[in-house]
């Protein structure tokens, strides 16, 4: 049976949503691989998940029937754009199962408007996930109609506040004006997690702090040797 949009939303409710995103070109790059990982996180405790790429989000919805929110990376020309950029992108998430569709909603150039995006997602049947990189486009976002909006992209625009943790005053400030706010970027640790939904986030995002064991294992090396600080991992 089909959950509608209100059971979807419920199951986020003030929980964590496991982003299994593995380095990509490393070993966990595979996508039953990511299936055992999504598994693994749901075992502890998560929600939902939060998967990046076709394969990968057909692999994970074949293991289970929780909410995944799905995304593509990918360039495209004359935009910095890249999570979930174009209509096709929409349809092919959606054919493998997403029931929650993210994408870039910064006000950076942009092949298809935000607006077109939100509209092509809900006419799949998914919510639409706004990734965003201030309180300005999270309200912008909302507005037009978004139904989550993810503080995402703060930190990675460069006219966002560049912090080492993750913007809780963004959260803050669009879970004040009512936007239901997901808490995701750079939450390495749960007193961190526990802040995002003191600030007032929906729910919250970790992604490299539970799944990418090559970051994980760095940070511990970086403090045992720290003249041996080569991260030999691929792209995040
Ligand atoms: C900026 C960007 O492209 N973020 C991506 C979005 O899906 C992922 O690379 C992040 O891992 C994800 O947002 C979770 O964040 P963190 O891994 O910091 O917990």
Do not use: N, W
């Not at 950076?108 to 607006?115: A, E, G, N």
């Not at 995402?152 to 460069?158: C, M, Q």
């Not at 809780?168 to 640790?189: H, N």
């Amino acid at each position: 049976m089909t959950e509608s949009h209100t059971e979807i939303a419920e199951r986020l409710r003030q929980g964590l949503i496991a982003s299994c995103q593995p380095v990509r070109g490393g070993p966990l790059d595979q996508p039953h691989l990511v299936a055992a990982l999504a598994l693994a996180t749901l075992a502890g405790g998560a929600v939902a998940l939060r998967i990046e790429g076709l394969a990968d989000v057909e692999a994970v919805r074949a293991v289970t029937h929780l909410p995944i929110i799905g995304l593509v990376k990918r360039e495209v020309p004359d935009s910095p754009v890249y999570i979930t950029p174009e209509l096709t992108d929409v349809e092919g998430l959606a054919a493998r199962g997403a029931q929650i569709i993210a994408f870039d909603a910064t006000r950076r150039p942009r092949p298809v408007s935000v607006l077109a995006l939100i509209e092509a997602i809900h006419a799949q049947g998914c919510l639409a996930m706004a990734d965003c990189s201030t309180v300005e486009e999270g309200l912008e976002a909302h507005r037009l109609g978004a139904d989550f909006v993810g503080s995402t992209l703060s930190g990675y625009t460069e006219y966002s506040p560049q912090l080492p943790g993750p913007d809780l005053e963004m959260v803050r400030r669009l879970a004040q004006r009512g936007v239901r706010v997901i808490a995701e970027g750079r939450i390495s640790r749960p007193e961190e997690a526990r802040a995002a939904l003191e600030a007032g986030a929906f729910a919250v995002t970790v992604g490299t702090a539970l799944t990418r064991v090559e970051v994980i294992t760095e940070g511990f090396v970086r403090v045992l040797r720290p003249q041996a600080t080569e991260f030999k991992g691929g792209k995040l």
